[in-house]
């Protein structure tokens, strides 16, 4: 494993596919080739050279080097697939990887701290920050411009939207 660098999930084993080693994938990137054009792939925090993969529907048909029954794959079942972080494509201004908002302070208008992001929801309708305030409190607030602004490595809230 490289030296402590930050992994990005982008797909998680949900099981065996058939008897010969093949795993389902479920992918929380776009699509299969977002997963194909990684070199260097870590299930459960190791690297498995990826074999295959192909679309299966739903989910995503993969085949790892090493992994050639079902009861081997079956032993995948709920594991992270992960990338370095350095290995996914360079982002347009404007745009961002969720992952890189987690850990991020909240800070109001003035630069008081408020709080920090815990994670990245969305439902359909927009990425909403989960933000972490005072007491274990817990707020999802729109990431739009005006109520949430990722300025200088902090988001800059509307407090009036932590409620």
């Given at each position: 494993?490289?030296?402590?660098?930050?992994?990005?999930?982008?797909?998680?084993?949900?099981?065996?596919?058939?008897?010969?080693?093949?795993?389902?994938?479920?992918?929380?990137?776009?699509?299969?080739?977002?997963?194909?054009?990684?070199?260097?792939?870590?299930?459960?925090?190791?690297?498995?050279?990826?074999?295959?993969?192909?679309?299966?529907?739903?989910?995503?048909v993969a085949r790892f080097e090493g992994i050639t029954d079902r009861s081997a794959a079956e032993a995948l079942r709920g594991l992270l697939v992960e990338v370095d972080?350095?290995?996914?494509?360079?982002?347009?201004?404007?745009?961002?990887?969720?992952?890189?908002?987690?850990?991020?302070?909240?800070?109001?208008?003035?630069?008081?701290?408020?709080?920090?992001?815990?994670?990245?929801?969305?439902?359909?309708?927009?990425?909403?920050?989960?933000?972490?305030?005072?007491?274990?409190?817990?707020?999802?607030?729109?990431?739009?411009?005006?109520?949430?602004?990722?300025?200088?490595?902090?988001?800059?809230?509307?407090?009036?939207?932590?409620?």
């Amino acid at each position: 494993m490289s030296g402590g660098e930050r992994k990005i999930a982008l797909a998680a084993v949900a099981g065996a596919h058939g008897v010969k080693g093949e795993v389902r994938l479920k992918l929380f990137s776009a699509s299969v080739e977002s997963l194909s054009r990684h070199q260097k792939l870590y299930v459960g925090g190791a690297e498995w050279p990826l074999l295959a993969i192909r679309d299966g529907g739903k989910t995503a048909v993969a085949r790892f080097e090493g992994i050639t029954d079902r009861s081997a794959a079956e032993a995948l079942r709920g594991l992270l697939v992960e990338v370095d972080r350095s290995a996914l494509p360079p982002l347009e201004d404007g745009e961002y990887y969720h992952a890189d908002l987690v850990g991020l302070p909240a800070v109001d208008g003035q630069g008081g701290k408020v709080g920090t992001v815990v994670a990245v929801e969305n439902y359909g309708a927009g990425d909403l920050l989960e933000i972490e305030v005072e007491g274990d409190r817990r707020s999802l607030i729109p990431f739009k411009a005006g109520i949430a602004d990722l300025e200088d490595g902090r988001i800059v809230v509307d407090p009036e939207f932590l409620a």
